[in-house]
């Protein structure tokens, strides 16, 4: 039997694997070392709360996930030709103290069964409509071309700074970054300006990563981004991770799948709900398997972690796909 690492890379080479791969289980993620997140709340909160870069954020009860407030009074970014006057870049934490847990987890770690992964989020794109709100983010990049690439950059410089210390004190060999990329159905960019805008960030911040010995780029965006993978391949993406059913995964795997995998194709808000059944979620594994296949595609939630909102879900994913697996190998 092959180890989790062993059938990954099996799964992304085209070669021999001997089980489906399940969901997120090739990384053992460095939680304690995501202090980009330090700030944004992971459960519901009462009241507001402030992340390293002032953004403020809200995760009232009975949601699923928090989100900036982008009201006059707290988006910081309010006129983006003035950017520079908002924003200031935070520093990236350099104590002992502070890196210890994340350390003596990833020493803990078998490299042989497992892959070392830091996590890193909110993501260069992300970063841009946190600081101003969505409609102003997207608009800036037409009208205020230059603002933008200036703000890109600042951003691309504090990710490379934290990917410097994150490899110095963890020698991950894989990289869990998010950046939600589109809705259900479209890119929020056209192929053209994503090309121009992030592109070259990313160039700059997998390429540092992959030359400072991370063999492993996995990549979240649970949306449609089908438009986008040529560039995704460009910037040294290995998995795209939340790839939703929209995209047509059995015609990506056909076209590109040699040069990238992917890693979803189970919608979250279609299993992940209070009213979810075990039949509800056999069904939807084994369409996934049966119609995507055992090469250049891994069954997961779409949800960009190894959890789901409601109890259950997640470890009822895992065990259809052990059932799939005996199936079908």
Known sequence: M???????????????????????????????????????PMQPVEGLSKDSWGITWSFPKGQIGGFPVHD??????????????????????????????????????????????SIYA??????????MGMEDALMSYYEE??????????ITEFELENAEMVIDKLRPDALFHHDDWGSQISSFM???????FLVPRYKKIYGFYKANGVELIVHHSDSYA??????????????????????????????????????????????????????????????ACKTNGKLHYIPCITHGGPMS????????IDRQIDQMSKEMF
């Open 2 to 40: 092959l180890t989790k690492r062993e059938n990954l890379i099996e799964t992304l080479r085209g070669g021999k694997p001997d089980r489906f791969v399940k969901q997120y289980e090739f990384l053992n993620m460095i939680m304690e070392a995501a202090f980009a997140m330090e700030g944004i």
């Open 72 to 117: 006059a009074q707290h988006k910081v970014i309010k006129d983006i030709t003035q950017w520079e006057k908002y924003v200031k870049k935070p520093e990236v934490p350099t104590s002992k103290e502070k890196w210890a847990p994340a350390v003596a987890h990833a020493n803990a770690i078998d490299r042989e069964q497992e892959f070392v992964a």
């Open 122 to 131: 909110p993501g260069v794109f992300e970063m841009t409509h946190h600081l």
């Open 145 to 154: 071309p230059e603002a933008m690439h200036a703000l890109l950059d600042l």
């Open 190 to 196: 056209s192929p053209e300006m994503f090309a121009e």
């Open 226 to 287: 089908a438009n986008l993978v040529p560039h995704m391949i460009d910037v040294g993406i290995d998995i795209w991770q939340g790839t939703m059913k929209t995209n047509k995964i059995p015609q990506l795997i056909e076209t590109y799948g040699k040069e990238i995998s992917f890693m979803g194709g189970l919608h979250s808000g279609e299993m992940d709900f209070p009213g979810w059944t075990e039949e509800l979620i056999a069904q939807e594994v084994e369409k």
């Open 309 to 316: 909102h409601f109890p259950g879900v997640y470890e009822e």
